[in-house]
């Protein structure tokens, strides 16, 4: 493709992207510490996570912001020409600071991004949803460029974008310390639960046929990013959404690989490479059980999803998501813990900060003997605080 050609393109590309911005003003609570490192020139930039999470909105505001140019790897009209040859061109063109989506599209990227880097040619921001990929990154590329994750929205962060409601942050020590107050001053936004459980996470998404654009990102993981792992075969696909749905419609439960072996017709060693590439798509939430290091890590885990994906996959078979799922969901997915293995006796779901969790109702009693019961009512009295205030942490 001519120079000429491949600068106009992108332009185009750039323009129409920034056109499509529209009215969204609001910007990730990450926004400004990416911007920042995007001015550096010491390094390049990489955005991962999980697809449909907001990235290309991101670059193009981060291009707006600092007068770059947006294109993304898989234009159709860019097909068959190299990273390396758009960017030169464009270079050589003026534009020297260049924001690339989907950047695992092009094959030899990664070769492509350190010659660029090498030459000095552009500054360069790009994102990938191909987590299995940009998470491999080879040592002589991983020295110039900087990897950022992008996790989904959470519940605070939601709430300013979608609903205008500005919360203050918190820490659990100022949580436990002021539980009462936080609950009278910020209770109302307990209201809104509801709708973060069936859309939370996607701030972007159309309004229309919601769940079936959120079906759609789960296709698109099983058909163009797992395939890029190694060891898996033609029916990744299928049994990609045979262990979603089995997590998406199940109550909060420890799957064991015989478990999912048995489901999707597999033994114990490709049960647990698939998951642990499962896991780089984001497209899973792993929690392990609480324990050392060495050994909790052998032990099997438990298995979330990010928001919205249960309430999809149960609107495409027509069920209910269970409820107590999530909660914990909700739990999980706000804190980094590790879950209390049932040993016969009731113990507490989750442990965090050294402290323990049990996650419920309104009616909830600690027959667990947690330290903490986090309930989805209002109710403060004794060690009890409500779920939403985990989504302010």
């Known amino acids: 493709m001519e120079k000429e050609k491949i600068v106009t393109r992108v332009l185009e590309a750039s323009s129409d992207g920034l056109k499509r911005l529209g009215k969204i003003g609001k910007k ?40 770059g140019v947006y294109f993304s790897a898989d234009d159709r ?57 940009l998470k491999t990154l080879k040592a002589d590329l991983s020295r110039r460029v900087v990897i950022e994750h992008l996790r989904p929205a959470g519940f605070r962060e939601w709430l300013e974008i979608k609903k205008g409601i500005d919360v203050p942050k918190l820490t659990l020590k100022e949580l436990l310390k002021n539980k009462a107050e936080i609950s009278r001053q910020y209770g109302h936004i307990n209201r809104h639960m509801e709708e973060y459980y069936s859309a939370g996470g996607v701030l972007y998404g159309a309004k229309t046929y919601f769940y079936k654009t959120i079906i759609s990102t789960i296709e698109t993981i ?13 029916d990744t696909e299928e049994n990609f959404f045979k262990l979603l749905q089995v997590i998406g419609t199940s109550k909060p439960l420890e799957l064991s690989y015989s478990k999912i072996g048995e489901t999707i017709g597999k033994n114990k060693v490709w049960v647990m490479r698939f998951l642990y ?76 900060e050294g402290m323990t969790f049990e996650i419920g109702g309104k009616g909830k009693r600690n027959k667990q003997g947690a330290d903490i019961i986090v309930t989805d009512s209002l109710d403060t009295s004794e060690n009890k605080i409500p779920l939403f205030t985990i989504g302010l942490l």
């Open 77 to 133: 009209e860019l097909r068959g020409t190299d990273l390396y040859d758009i960017v030169k061109a464009l270079s050589e063109a003026g534009h020297r600071r260049l924001f690339v989506d989907e950047i695992h599209a092009k094959a030899k990227w990664d070769g492509d991004l350190k010659t660029i880097f090498d030459e000095n040619l552009a500054s360069i921001v790009f994102s990938g949803s191909s987590a299995i990929q």
């Open 277 to 352: 590439n499962v896991e780089k798509t984001e497209a899973i939430k792993k929690v392990y059980s609480c324990g050392s290091s060495s050994k909790r890590h052998r032990k099997e885990a438990k298995y979330y999803l990010p928001f919205p994906y249960r309430a999809a996959l149960c609107s495409s078979q027509g069920k209910q998501p269970d409820i107590g799922s999530l909660r914990e969901e909700f739990f999980v997915n706000h804190l980094d813990c590790c879950y209390i293995k049932t040993s016969g006796d009731p113990t507490p779901d989750f442990k965090y």
């Open 28 to 67: 990730r609570f990450a926004y400004d510490n990416l911007l920042k490192v995007a001015k550096e020139s010491e390094y390049f930039l990489g955005i991962t996570g999980l697809r449909g999470i907001g990235k290309t909105v991101l670059l193009l505001q981060l291009a707006k912001d600092t007068g």
């Open 222 to 234: 099983a058909a163009k990013d797992l395939p890029s792992a190694k060891g898996l075969g033609k």
